[in-house]
């Protein structure tokens, strides 16, 4: 069968398990079907239920039904038994719409909330969409189903079940010698603080308030003192500094005008 290959859309989940989701391969009326990649290289193809599905406890063990019969029947065919009472198994299988015959491996798979398996991509051929057919529930051991017509709550849900996030790690243990350096320093800062508060409530009313600081001193400059010049009718001491108090005589007196001066 032909199937479309579409692009991831939003809520479609990058990684499924070990696998690398790169691709919508289709979309079924209990999950959807992804185009992914395996570690070594492999192209797989991966189902995974719907939500409202995933919800649903009997509808998720129909999907776990179903994909641990596929390794049983696997299983089986791998040791070579094949007789009366596996071809009649595989016939009541077939009747009650279970596990197609053509049902690729399985490569690997998980159970819980929500479930997902992977097989190996063949194009155009049956993928892990076999894994979806058998979930909504279609009747009686005939295949068909009888009285009113009824529907699912969970279909129409196009949005794939996602496993819950890991829980976060728990925190860290502190070591012995890590508890006893924290105990320390704060049995030393406490100490201190201690100290201080001591010091200010204490010793501030022991110690001697210190001396104030003397004002400054204010210079104010003052003018030099202007010295006296004396009056020009009184005679100046002589230059002998003799101390007889004579006077020098004037030029007239001592020419008495016998000569020219």
């Known amino acids: 069968m032909w199937v479309m290959v579409t692009p991831l859309q939003y809520g479609d989940p990058p990684h499924v398990g070990p696998f690398a989701l790169q691709a919508r391969l289709q979309t079924a009326p209990a999950g959807l079907v992804y185009l992914g990649q395996a570690p070594d290289g492999r192209v797989v193809s991966v189902a995974v239920l719907s939500s409202g599905a995933a919800l649903d406890a009997a509808a998720r ?3 776990v039904t179903a994909i641990k019969e596929a390794q049983s029947n696997a299983a089986r065919q791998a040791q070579g038994w094949m007789g009366v009472r ?8 077939r009747v009650r719409g279970r596990v197609p015959p053509d049902t690729p491996p399985v490569l690997a798979m998980q159970g819980g909330p929500a479930p997902w398996v992977a097989v ?3 194009p155009n051929g049956p993928g892990a969409e076999r894994f979806l057919d058998p979930v909504p529930v279609s009747g009686t051991l005939i295949g068909r189903r009888h009285g009113p017509d009824f529907a699912h709550y969970w279909l129409g849900d196009r949005t794939p ?5 890991p829980a976060p790690p728990p925190p860290p243990v502190a070591t012995r010698r890590a508890v006893v350096l924290a105990s320390t320093l704060l049995a030393t800062l406490v100490l201190a603080l201690l100290l201080v508060t001591w010091m200010l409530l204490f010793r501030s009313e ?28 009184q005679p100046t001491p002589g230059p002998s500094g003799s101390g007889d108090g004579s006077e020098s005589p004037w030029p007239d007196e001592l020419f008495d005008g016998r000569g020219p001066i």
């Open 61 to 63: 063990d129909r999907f």
């Open 86 to 93: 596996g071809w009649g198994a595989s016939l009541v299988d």
């Open 120 to 122: 190996p991509y063949v």
């Open 161 to 165: 079940a996602l496993p819950a996030p």
């Open 206 to 233: 022991e110690d001697p308030e210190p001396p104030r600081p003397l004002p400054n001193t204010q210079f104010v400059p003052t003018p030099p003192p202007e010295p006296a010049s004396p009056e020009p009718q």
